[in-house]
């Protein structure tokens, strides 16, 4: 059974840095793009960034580019997202997800920003 | 970037109702177009890939169809379970981008 679970969300004021990270299981983890997806309070969907297998293409949606990193372990099986600059705006649940279609999800970590 | 527009952005039905939920991007994605359902407070999952492609798992009462720029998600009787907030997603380009959500309530 493919499993993904997130941690590192909490709440952090602006300007903050926070880290999140995905561990997985069931799947041969080196052998998938993975994505980080975000969903702000009430509202729908939104994709922030994704990887490819080795780290060599990386893809960010524009308002994270430059604060944002994603990363990944192969050998931990774990993706990760280094989040610097936060602000307001950036609060959200945080998913990873499988693949560019984004067909398993984790249950999503929760980032708040607030002063 | 490529937008994609849902419709309805809502919609009241009943058990037992067939349903179909259309998705246009604003331009050309071929079939790289992925459909998720998010009931209340849970993570989205994973329905339709490749605009047609049932995921493992899915029941066959939903259906995807389409190419290009115009797709649809079909419920061909609706349960229960059902009720939930549907989104569409291109993997075309980049930046990856989501319809704004289905909303689907019961009548």
């Known amino acids: 059974e493919v499993q993904l679970v997130e941690s590192g969300g909490g709440l952090v004021q602006p300007g903050g840095s926070l880290r999140l990270s995905c561990a997985t299981s069931g799947l041969t983890f080196s052998n998938y793009w993975m994505s980080w997806v975000r969903q702000a309070p009430g509202k729908g969907l939104e994709w922030v960034a994704n990887i490819n297998q080795d780290e060599s293409e990386k893809y960010y949606v524009d308002s994270v580019k430059g604060r944002f990193t994603i990363s990944r372990d192969n050998a931990k099986n774990s993706l990760y997202l280094q989040m610097n600059s936060l602000r307001v705006e950036d609060t959200a649940v945080y998913y990873c997800a499988k693949g560019g279609s984004h067909d398993y999800w984790g249950q999503g970590t929760l980032v708040t920003l607030s002063s | 970037d490529i937008q994609m527009t849902q419709s309805p952005s809502s919609l009241s039905a009943s058990v037992g109702d067939r349903v179909t939920i259309t998705c246009r991007a604003s331009q050309g994605i071929s079939n790289y177009l992925a459909w998720f359902q998010q009931r209340p407070g849970k993570a989205p999952k994973s329905l339709i890939y490749a605009a047609s492609h049932l995921q493992s798992g899915v029941p066959s009462r939903f259906s995807g169809f389409g190419s290009g720029t115009d797709f649809t998600l079909t419920i061909s009787s609706l349960q229960p379970e059902d009720f939930a907030t549907y989104y569409c997603?291109?993997?075309?380009?980049?930046?990856?981008?989501f319809g704004g959500g289905t909303k689907v309530e019961i009548k």
């Open positions: 997603q291109q993997y075309s380009s980049y930046p990856l981008t």
